[in-house]
C-alpha cells in the first residue's frame, strides 16, 4: 500500500511541474490550472492529463 503513495505523490508532483513549465495562451491559464491541481488534487490531475495539456502550447 505504501508504493501507491509514493506513485501518487509522484504522479502529484510531475502534474504541479508539468503546469508550471508550460506555455499558455495568456497567464491567468497558468494560475488557473496550478490552482485546480493544488485544491482538487486527484481531479485536477485527471483534468490536467485529459484536457489541459492539450489546450497548452509546447
Do not use: C, E, H
Request: hydrophobic share 55%; no cysteine.
Amino acid at each position: 500500500m505504501f508504493g501507491l503513495g509514493i506513485i501518487g505523490l509522484a504522479i502529484y508532483v510531475y502534474t504541479l511541474y508539468d503546469v508550471l513549465t508550460r506555455d499558455f495562451r495568456n497567464g491567468t491559464d497558468k494560475i488557473i490550472w496550478l490552482l485546480v491541481v493544488i485544491f482538487l488534487p486527484l481531479l485536477g490531475t485527471i483534468l490536467w492529463f485529459l484536457v489541459g495539456r492539450s489546450s497548452s502550447f509546447k
